[in-house]
């Protein structure tokens, strides 16, 4: 991911989804401003196609994030995909992997409170895509194991983050 300067860095009380917008415009991915409140934007992945959401809670102040994969659990995979996702999420540092039921699709979240500060630094919201993506990117193949690899959670963890040592 390209590292951009912002001309909202030094621009107090920018609302944090104009912030986001900036950040995911320069990095010329497709981009919608669903609502004053939501942003929907797409990154064309090495594994697939991930749909990101950014919403705006003026209640919690905090904003919601979350990448969802495209591929679909089917049912006779869930008790399956659940205990990978258990295992998947306890090796996460931020966020966590679940189900968005409403659709089958796996997905990373992640929420940001923003309590106190008066907005979202472009960095932070680097961070949060470099993190995101990265994961979603490591443990994209752990769910294809699972769910059409026919794999145990365990095998398929395991073969899905193996990192070769040395030079080919």
């Not at 934007?41 to 705006?56: I, M, P, Q, R």
């Not at 059409?148 to 899905?160: C, F, H, L, V, Y």
Request: aromatic share 12%.
């Amino acid at each position: 991911m390209a590292q951009v300067d912002y001309y909202l860095e030094d621009t107090p009380e920018v609302p944090p989804l104009d912030v986001v917008e900036q950040v995911v415009s320069n990095q010329g991915w497709r981009l919608n401003r669903v609502r004053e409140e939501e942003i929907a934007a797409e990154y064309n992945g090495k594994w697939c196609d991930y749909s990101l959401h950014f919403a705006w809670s003026d209640e919690f102040c905090a904003m919601h994030f979350t990448c969802a994969f495209d591929i679909r659990v089917p049912e006779r995979k869930q008790k399956a995909i659940n205990n990978l996702l258990a295992l998947v999420n306890d090796k996460l540092w931020l966020g966590h992997f679940c189900i968005w039921q409403d659709e089958a699709l796996p997905m990373y979240r992640h929420a940001f409170p923003l309590r106190g500060t008066d907005s979202i630094s472009p960095q932070q919201v680097e961070d949060l895509l470099e993190t995101a993506i990265t994961e979603c990117e490591k443990f994209y193949p752990a769910f294809q194991y699972v769910i059409w690899g026919g794999k145990d959670p365990a095998e398929a963890i395991e073969a899905s983050i193996l990192e070769p040592i040395g030079e080919a």
